[in-house]
């Protein structure tokens, strides 16, 4: 299927920078992402959108980082970009990929919905 691998997460102060990764890779299988998100989850809180790239290159932000990250996607590499700016303590989570499309092997053509495994931001003093 199309797996999702997220990097660049740490610690880091308020007010610094963080510029996480996601990378999608098919195991042996051709595949089309559609639409592309960066999802957060805190300790004792629920799952919650971040930023996302639609499939036409529309993106959307959650209210509460409008203004301080940017999501960007390279479509050929299938790469998509969070930069964090200007990190607060509310901002320490678990940052999730998420990637929907199609993948096919021959002549069978499959939908997917993949998550990747997160990657640890930790905002502290």
């Known amino acids: 299927q199309v797996q999702l691998v997220e990097s660049g997460g740490g610690l880091v102060q308020p007010g610094g920078s963080l510029r996480l990764s996601c990378v999608a890779s098919?195991?042996?299988?051709?595949?089309?992402?559609?639409?592309m998100g960066w999802y957060r989850q805190a300790p004792g809180k629920e799952r919650e959108l971040v930023a996302g790239?639609?499939?036409?290159?529309?993106?959307n932000y959650a209210a509460f980082v409008k203004g301080r990250f940017t999501v960007s996607r390279d479509n050929k590499k299938n790469i998509m970009f969070l930069e964090m700016n200007n990190l607060k303590p509310e901002d320490t989570a678990v940052y999730s990929c998420?990637?929907?499309?199609?993948?096919?092997?021959?002549?069978?053509?499959?939908?997917?919905?993949?998550w990747g495994q997160g990657t640890q931001v930790t905002v502290s003093s």
């Open positions: 998420h990637a929907d499309g199609l993948y096919g092997m021959g002549p069978s053509l499959t939908s997917f919905d993949s």
């Open positions: 098919g195991s042996g299988s051709l595949f089309s992402i559609n639409d």
């Open positions: 790239v639609t499939g036409g290159g529309r993106t």
